[in-house]
């Protein structure tokens, strides 16, 4: 089974950007779907973006949709997500997943068969 590993998380102020990268243990099936979701403190887990396996088409959050950009790496075995124009509401635990969804599920956390084990994002002054 695939293992993921997050990394690029850290500190930074209001309208600065970041970049995390989600590096794969192994070459991942072009029939896998890779997304990143995020959780803050007593919130639930939410999709960020993800690029679907059959198309290879990125779908993001409203949210973040004009800010973030998601994007595989295949030489690499990595899919990166490009995060500008942060605000303090992106702060959160930023995790990797990969899985098998059908489009109309591609937002949904518990369709993910792998998860990595995130990495923290704070935006703050």
């Known amino acids: 089974q695939v293992q993921l590993v997050e990394s690029g998380g850290g500190l930074v102020q209001p309208g600065g950007s970041l970049r995390l990268s989600c590096a794969a243990s192994e070459r991942a099936s072009s029939d896998i779907s890779m997304a990143w979701f995020r959780q803050a403190p007593g919130m639930e887990r939410e999709f960020v973006a993800a690029?679907?396996?059959?198309?290879?088409?990125?779908y993001y959050a409203d949210s973040v949709k004009g800010r973030f950009a998601i994007s595989r790496d295949s030489a690499k075995n990595t899919v990166d997500l490009q995060m500008n124009s942060l605000k303090p509401e992106d702060t959160a635990v930023y995790y990797c997943?990969?899985?098998?969804?059908?489009?109309?599920?591609?937002?949904?956390?518990?369709?993910?068969?792998?998860w990595g084990q995130g990495t923290q994002v704070t935006v703050s002054a």
């Open positions: 997943a990969a899985g098998r969804p059908i489009l109309s599920a591609l937002r949904l956390s518990s369709i993910y068969s792998t």
């Open positions: 690029l679907f396996r059959r198309t290879g088409n990125a």
